[in-house]
């Protein structure tokens, strides 16, 4: 068990619905972190928080859409996304986003059809 | 660009054999360096880490790995594997760059130990 919870564990989404994946941890950090990991790929790092702040957006589509309300929770908002998103999306978090080790929730497995 | 580089993707061993799972990366500026692993069902979770100090590291479940920085290389050993070290393995790397922190994956080494 672990202090990083993400819901839903799946989801299965049409491509014109609107969705969002939430992520809480509870270990008090400061940092919080978007992950996409698809089969054969490296995990790909999506929106950094730092303190409440993004940090940094690693050139994601604007289909995908992250909210930070407090250090200790995170939402990906998701809209018009394509089959090509389908992927585990793991929500991480880390005392200060400063390269810190990452703390990692289950995931989220995503299904757009 | 910044790249980390796990050679090998699969891994099946037996019980009490010795394990080396290699990790490269490519920056010349100074990293953190991590292995996580991934246990069936579970989530990712720390193995062990490297900052500074003594190059060699020690992890739980009697995992250790070797940071050679004229390498690049992190490599994650194991003396004698067990059914129980059956998981995925990734190596990550984080590095400073312009004040920006960076965090990289490898695309992981699934290993199996038969019993």
């Known amino acids: 068990e672990t202090g990083v919870t993400q819901t839903p564990r799946h989801l299965v989404m049409g491509m014109t619905n609107k969705k969002s994946l939430k992520c809480e941890q509870h270990l008090g950090h400061n940092a919080m972190y978007w992950y996409k990991q698809s089969a054969k790929k490296p995990l790909e790092l999506m929106f950094v928080?730092?303190?409440?702040?993004?940090?940094e957006n690693n050139s994601v589509p604007s289909r995908f859409s992250p909210e930070c309300p407090n250090s200790s929770h995170l939402f990906l908002h998701l809209h018009t996304l394509q089959p090509e998103d389908s992927a585990l999306y793991l929500c991480?978090?880390?005392?200060?986003?400063?390269?810190?080790?990452?703390?990692f929730g289950p995931g989220t497995r995503l299904l757009v059809l | 660009a910044q790249s980390v580089s796990q050679h090998n993707h699969h891994v099946i061993l037996s019980e009490a054999a010795s394990l080396e799972l290699g990790c490269n990366y490519s920056y010349g500026g100074t990293v953190n360096l991590f292995w996580y692993v991934q246990y069936p069902g579970q989530h990712l979770q720390l193995l062990l880490k490297y900052f500074s100090g003594d190059p060699l590291v020690k992890g739980i479940k009697g995992f250790e790995a070797e940071f050679i920085k004229s390498k690049f290389s992190f490599n994650l050993r194991k003396p004698s594997v067990q059914w129980s070290d059956t998981a995925e393995y990734f190596c990550?790397?984080?590095?400073?760059?312009?004040?920006?922190?960076?965090?990289?994956f490898g695309t992981g080494t699934r290993l199996k130990v038969l019993a």
């Open positions: 991480a978090s880390s005392q200060v986003g400063g390269g810190d080790t990452q703390y």
């Open positions: 990550a790397v984080t590095l400073n760059t312009a004040g920006t922190y960076k965090y990289i």
């Open positions: 928080y730092n303190f409440k702040e993004q940090t």
